[in-house]
């Protein structure tokens, strides 16, 4: 049974079988916002939605070890803030993003997520001591406008979910008002192991690289 996941909660990546979960997908699923209008309001328009899914890794000092985010990102507005260019692979290739959504699902949800980062734990370069997830509205609204949104953790592809591990909702709710970004939670090893906790901490940052910093500075030391 899937974990809902509770701002602040830790868990052990361990299935129901005993087993450890070291690969799996990272994925965000979110929808269009339709309005209504016209005559008598029966009309109806769809504004897109475009949600950025984004990793940054650290190494055990807080040091930033590597990142995977748009490759859409001007490399001039990266720059001002001394992020280096978006990539869709991590350096070890442990990691990958299926790439950037602008619009949302247009006509309900279709029950697959928009973007997805699969994950191979094997693979993640010894260095890396922490990845964390998070999540970036490039539009005007704000989460609590946006008729749903999910970050769920499960077994799978990037087309056919096996099993969902874990789940966090973070959309269409009075909390999210004004919030526009919102750092979901991270991978972390401890004794050799990775675990997981769930951060949930949603900010009103008007861009990416604020977000960064946010998680460089507060959350990866």
């Not at 959504?101 to 697959?112: C, F, V």
Request: aromatic content about 10%.
């Amino acid at each position: 049974m899937a974990i809902r996941l509770e701002k602040g909660q830790r868990i052990n990546l361990e299935k129901n079988n005993g087993s450890k979960l070291t690969e799996f997908c990272v994925g965000c699923n979110w929808g269009a916002i339709v309005k209504s209008g016209g005559f008598l309001g029966l009309g109806k328009s769809t504004q897109d939605v475009d949600l950025d899914l984004s990793c940054m890794m650290f190494d055990a000092n807080g040091n930033p070890a590597d990142h995977i985010y748009s490759p859409l990102y001007k490399r001039e507005f990266l720059a001002r803030y001394g992020m280096p260019p978006g990539k869709t692979d991590s350096n070890d290739f442990a990691l990958h993003h299926s790439g950037d959504d602008l619009k949302g699902d247009q006509d309900g949800d279709d029950g697959l997520d928009n973007e997805i980062i699969t994950v191979d734990l094997n693979r993640v370069n010894p260095e890396v001591s922490q990845i964390f997830f998070f999540l970036n509205n490039c539009g005007d609204e704000d989460f609590s406008q946006i008729p749903y949104a999910s970050i769920r953790m499960y077994e799978g592809t990037p087309t056919r979910v096996k099993e969902v591990f874990a789940s966090y909702d973070v959309a269409a709710s009075p909390q999210y008002k004004g919030m526009t970004a919102l750092i979901m939670g991270k991978l972390y090893r401890r004794n050799g192991e990775w675990k997981f906790s769930a951060i949930g901490d949603a900010f009103p940052d008007h861009n990416i690289c604020e977000t960064i910093r946010r998680i460089a500075t507060n959350y990866a030391k």
